[in-house]
Nanobody, 124 residues
Framework: QVQLVESGGGLVQPGDSLRLSCAVS????????MGWFRQAPGKEREFVAT????????YYAESVKGRFTISRDNVKNTSSLQMNSLKPEDTAVYYC?????????????????WGQGTQVTVSS
């Protein structure tokens, strides 16, 4: 069983920064990619960023490219999402997820495990 726990969310003003963290625990039986997704009220879950097992392949949604940075530490079994220049439209519950296999994916249903989410609110 694999469990994921996100942390680092909060209330910030436009232009501020936040760093979200995701801790993976439990037994993993293979290498895995990690992804970050977000979901605003009344909307479907959308892709934010993903990173391959080796960290050599990264992909971002166009809406966050240049502002967000995804990273991972395979020794500590963690992933981080550094969010800079936050905008009100970034307001959502942010989820981290695990996808078995080395390659990244932007599709939620391809991920095998999910965290409970952490709220990010950007408002003036």
């Amino acid at each position: 069983q694999v469990q994921l726990v996100e942390s680092g969310g909060g209330l910030v003003q436009p232009g501020d920064s936040l760093r979200l963290s995701c801790a993976v625990s439990g037994r993993t039986f293979s290498s895995y990619a990690m992804g970050w997704f977000r979901q605003a009220p009344g909307k479907e879950r959308e892709f934010v960023a993903t990173i391959s097992w080796s960290g050599g392949n990264l992909y971002y949604a166009e809406s966050v490219k240049g502002r967000f940075t995804i990273s991972r530490d395979n020794v500590k079994n963690t992933s981080s999402l550094q969010m800079n220049s936050l905008k009100p439209e970034d307001t959502a519950v942010y989820y981290c997820a695990v996808k078995y296999g080395r390659s990244w994916s932007t599709t939620p249903h391809e991920y095998d495990y999910w965290g409970q989410g952490t709220q990010v609110t950007v408002s003036s």
